[in-house]
């Protein structure tokens, strides 16, 4: 399910891509150049929602559709935004700093939500470390390790010059999101002020671990059947009593498919 703060990034960034298609002056006045940084601070932000044709909004926002919502569920709307603007930022930072081409052509500009994107890959790897990912729909990989493959092409392809891509961009946005979730943490404001004693699981209802026990794992989406594996394994070993009202919740949503 789609979170409050995905759903409107997602449909702000669809929008001023409909208006810059169609008006490319707008996009100009988005993007961020290093070259004009003094007289255009504001663009360290509004060019996180420009985008240089379908393909590229397209994969941002399908990657921002995939894994934002269940870090947001997790971070919080507020600390959620923060790593999202935060890695965008330090992205913008980082390209200006080491790309060589901006020393060559200051002029350059920077559009995109992928810095911002990769901050949040970065937080779900950090979160959910080895939950399982499909590259290309088919090779499947764990969320840690697309990270570190992430960095590497990133590293090669930057520093190659490979392609009319900000590689530098990309490894600053996973920075960013790594120091965002150092200075901030993982948990949410109510894991800070939960008491330190659990609180007592609800009784399940009469039935319901065998009926979990039916869930159809091969047709959930990766990372919810990596979490469903965790649960089950959990009611099998300690008991449908040692479960949470949440992990209860999460197993009768799949379970009522």
């Not at 997602?10 to 409909?18: D, F, G, H, R, S």
């Not at 992928?114 to 590259?135: E, K, N, T």
Request: with cysteine.
């Amino acid at each position: 399910m789609i979170t409050k703060w995905v759903g409107l990034l997602i449909i702000a960034n669809i929008l001023v891509y409909m208006l810059t298609a169609q008006n490319p002056e707008i996009k100009s006045a988005l993007e961020f150049v290093p070259a004009f940084l003094v007289q255009r601070p504001w663009t360290l932000f509004t060019y996180m929602f420009a985008h240089d044709g379908f393909g590229h909004i397209f994969f941002n926002m399908l990657t921002l559709f995939f894994f934002g919502p269940r870090v947001e569920d997790r971070l919080g709307g507020g600390r959620f935004l923060t790593l999202y603007f935060f890695s965008g930022l330090f992205g913008a930072a980082t390209w200006m700093a080491i790309d060589p081409i901006v020393r060559v052509l200051p002029n350059i500009g920077l559009v995109g939500a992928s810095a911002a994107v990769y901050g949040v890959l970065l937080a779900f790897a950090r979160l959910w470390p080895r939950a399982q990912l499909l590259i290309w729909g088919i090779v499947p990989v764990q969320a840690r390790t697309m990270v570190v493959i992430l960095t590497a092409m990133s590293l090669f392809m930057g520093t190659a010059g490979i392609g009319n891509v900000a590689h530098f961009a990309h490894l600053g946005g996973f920075v960013g999101g790594w120091l965002c979730l150092r200075i901030f943490g993982t948990r949410t404001v109510d894991d800070r002020l939960r008491p330190v004693q659990p609180a007592r699981s609800p009784t399940p209802a009469p039935g319901a671990a065998q009926r979990w026990k039916q869930i159809r794992l091969e047709q959930l989406h990766p990372v919810n059947r990596e979490e469903a594996e965790r649960v089950l394994a959990k009611l099998e070993t300690r008991g449908p009593n040692s479960l949470t009202a949440d992990e209860q919740a999460f197993l009768d949503r799949f379970s009522a498919m």
